[in-house]
Structure formats: C-alpha cells, structure tokens
C-alpha cells in the first residue's frame, strides 16, 4: 500500500518531483502546501493546495510524510526555513533517490534527500539532511555534504570535498580536491574552484565572447 506524501511547493520543482515520486517510489501524492502569501489557488496538479500555517489540519503529521520542494532561491535558505519549520511540526520527510543512481554502499545519507538520475555517490561520503544532488552529477569519495545544500545537474564533486550548509553548486560547475566550499556559497553554472570559497562567497564562470564569423570562413 502506498504511503502518502504531501509536496511543499507549487512551481515546477514542485511539478518535477510529483512525476518522480509517482515514476519510482512508494509514495502517493495527495496534496501540497505552500505559504499563504502564494496559495492564490485551492488546487495544484489537481490535487489539493492548503496554505502552510494550516497544512497540519488538512493533512496531519501522524499520517502523511513530507517533501519540501523548492529551488535554491535566497542561498537555500527557504527550503532550509520549511524543512525545519516541518519538522517542528512533528512531520516525517520523504527522499527520492533514483533507482538509476550509483550510491556505494558506504555512503551516509541523512533525511530528506534527493539524488537524481544517473547520480554517483562515492563510497565513505556523508551526505547531510535536506540535500539535492542533480541528476548526473559525480560526487567523489570521502566528501561531505552539509545540510541544505544543493548540487545542480552534472556537477563533478572531486575526492574529500566539504560542501558547506545551504552552499549552491551550479549546473557542469567542477570542484577540485580537498576543498571547502563555504557555508552558503553559490557556485555558478561552469565555473571551476581550485581554492577554498569564503561562507557566502559568489563564485562565477568567465563569460563566453561570442566572435561573429561569417558563413564563407566556416569549414565543413
């Protein structure tokens, strides 16, 4: 029997995770919440939407697990916020990982967790609660990753790396070796780190320099 779910959100990772949890796992979903300031709508994916501040009432914590899904807006500080206000509440939490995800069998994984597909997980890792880890993303061995941090799609996490809480990896970004990526900083999309990052630090990639050529000088 299928143990029912209730998503935090009301956007597209919200969207993005009912398809996953209906594709490969155990879970029904049979609902959502969100703060009262977005639940402009009573339905979402044409399943309920309760505002949070009454989420207990609709859909209590003695019988449903929860799955906050949002992006990393704000450093990751909103899902962090939700993913403990939740477990104030009294709420159990729900992880998706994919079954198409390589996880060595000495990986750690707390609660809370999404790894997605095709995903690799080196062994002696330690991975916190509340952590997105993208779908192809490689994390090497001997890393860890603190809470509420969030990894993006392909993203390549050398050996003994320590991710900091609430830090944000951008998509295809590559981290080198026996680093630390501070508390809260945000990696952007492509960059390389090769030093470790200061807590709230904002590390991006050169921008590509589009040269105009014109189609006589191109080659086939």
């Known amino acids: 029997m299928a143990d029912p779910l209730v998503i935090f959100g009301n956007g597209q990772?919200?969207?993005?995770?009912?398809a996953r949890f209906r594709r490969d796992s155990h879970f029904?979903?049979?609902?959502f919440t969100?703060?009262?300031?977005h639940a402009s709508e009573s339905r979402f994916c044409d399943l309920p939407l309760v505002p949070f501040d009454e989420v207990d009432r609709?859909?209590?914590?003695?019988s449903v697990r929860m799955f906050i899904s949002v992006g990393p807006v704000q450093a990751n500080r909103i899902r962090a916020?939700?993913?403990?206000?939740a477990r104030r509440l009294g709420y159990r939490f729900a992880s998706y990982i994919s079954p198409h995800a390589l996880i060595d069998p000495e990986v750690a994984i707390g609660e809370h967790c999404s790894i997605g597909e095709n995903a690799i997980v080196g062994p002696f890792t330690r991975v916190g609660d509340n952590v997105r880890i993208g779908s192809a993303s490689v994390v090497g061995h001997h890393c860890v990753l603190e809470d509420h941090c969030?990894?993006?799609?392909s993203c390549v996490i050398a050996g003994s790396v320590r991710i900091g809480s609430r830090a944000f990896v951008g998509v295809n970004a590559t981290v080198r070796d026996r680093l630390t990526i501070g508390e809260g900083s945000i990696i952007g999309a492509g960059a390389t780190i090769v030093r470790d990052t200061a807590p709230g630090s904002v590390h991006a990639a050169p921008e590509s320099v589009v040269v105009p050529i014109s189609a006589e000088r191109v080659k086939l």
């Open 13 to 18: 990772m919200a969207e993005f995770a009912l």
């Open 28 to 31: 029904q979903v049979v609902g």
């Open 34 to 37: 969100v703060d009262r300031s």
């Open 58 to 62: 609709h859909f209590p914590a003695d």
């Open 81 to 85: 916020d939700r993913f403990l206000q």
């Open 150 to 153: 969030f990894l993006g799609v």
